[in-house]
Structure formats: C-alpha cells, structure tokens
C-alpha cells in the first residue's frame, strides 16, 4: 500500500468530529475529501435531488456536488474564516453538512434562475391568436373618433405619467401600446398569459393590472386634455 493511501485509510478511520477538526485546525483537504466525497457522498447528493432545478441525473449532481465542496475549501466571505468552524462536535455531522447543503443549493438554484430569466429573450406575441376580452387596450383615447392631438398628447403624458410606476405595471402598459400599433395594422396578439410567466403573475392579475393602470392614465390624461394641453402628431 503506497503512502497516499495509507495516509485515507488512517483518516477514515477517525470520526465526523475527528475529521472536522483537522480540517478546522490543519487546513487537511483529505479530511474534507472523505467527509464530503466518500463518507456522505451519497446523501448529499439525495438533498440536493431535492432542490435541483428540472430533470436532472447523476451527473448533474455530481457537479454540484463538485462546486459545493470546492466552496467548502474557500474562506468565508464575511470574515475569512473556515465554512465548517461553526460546526460543533456534539451535534450530528450528517445533519449539519446537509443543513448546509439545502442553503447552498437554495441559493444556487435561484442564482441560477435569475441568470435564466436576466438571458430570456423576449417573447414573440405576433403568431398568437386571441381572444376579444384580451384586445388590445385601445390605447389611451376614450373612442375611435377621439382626435389625431388629443391620442397624441395622451401618449405622450403616459410615458411621463409611467416613470413613477413599477417595473411590472410599466412593462405591462408598455407591452400593450405595443401591440397598439400592431393592432392598428391588423395583428391583433394574445398578452396575459405570456406576461404572467414572465413577471410571476396570475393571468388574472395581468388583466387587472392592464384595464386598472390604462383607466388611471385614462383619468390622468383627460385631466391635462380639458386643460387644453395637445401635442402634433408627427411629435409623438
């Protein structure tokens, strides 16, 4: 038996509490190895089946597996110290090492899901079919005969009225003025169920959303319009 194996053998030996310390104390990476890799290679990886995003196989796991223990061997960020410091040697390893693990793997999966959806490209409305509940809102006018200024002014003090709005109530009106225009031309596109994958919502509240937010530009606009305040078309 050559020395490195020698050396695994002995270590394997020693206890959960045995092992942490020399890794604590002595920076040993074989303790941590057997720790992780060998001794609790197994149920780490049931945990993290628990928390990894979509379908997933052994390999998947062993990656992450992989990318936990190397976090393992880096200093914490708060104040440099050793990951498993806190570990107290009355208490079970197993439960402590998959404990953190879970917060590990939680934060993992949804650094990784903001990534996903920060890289989603926009979707592509103009095939859908919809609806006529779902129509396009008719812009910011009241009708059809409202006046070529007054739509424009309308539009106009929207966009100022929506750089107080949230995001998800701005892409929401956004969205729609949008599909305004392609309306306009003929393609008429489904939104609600689309922009509530994307912001999280229910259809339902989409909707609400949509006809709350326009009434409320509505009510804002028609207030400036009786003031007099129009704008050319050709500005807009």
Not at 73 to 79: A, I, M, V
Not at 186 to 205: H, I, K, N
């Amino acid at each position: 038996m050559n020395t490195q194996a020698k050396i695994m053998n002995d270590l394997a030996t020693l206890t959960d509490a045995e092992l942490v310390r020399r890794y604590v104390e002595e920076a040993d990476m074989q303790a941590l190895y057997i720790l992780v890799r060998q001794r609790y290679c197994r149920k780490l990886k049931a945990v993290l089946g628990k928390y990894y995003p979509g379908g997933y196989d052994d390999y998947d796991l062993e990656v992450w597996l992989n990318d936990f223990y190397y976090d393992l061997t880096l200093p914490r960020k708060r104040d440099g110290g050793n990951r498993l410091d806190g570990y107290d040697a009355g208490m079970s390893f197993e439960a402590y090492i998959s404990a953190a693990l879970r917060n590990w793997a939680v934060d993992r999966a949804g650094r990784e899901a903001g990534e996903r959806e920060r890289n989603r490209p926009l979707p592509t409305y103009a095939d859908e079919v919809m609806g006529d509940d779902d129509a396009p809102c008719g812009a910011l006018a009241a009708d059809d005969d409202t006046p070529e200024e007054e739509r424009s002014a309308s539009l106009v003090l929207a966009l100022e009225l929506l750089q107080s709005y949230p995001p998800e109530k701005r892409y929401i009106v956004l969205t729609y003025l949008l599909c305004d225009c392609y309306g306009e031309s003929g393609r008429q596109l489904r939104l609600p169920a689309r922009l509530a994958e994307q912001l999280g919502m229910e259809e339902a509240g989409v909707r609400q959303e949509k006809s709350r937010t326009f009434r409320k530009l509505r009510e804002n606009a028609e207030k400036y319009l009786e003031k007099g305040v129009t704008f050319p078309s050709d500005d807009v």
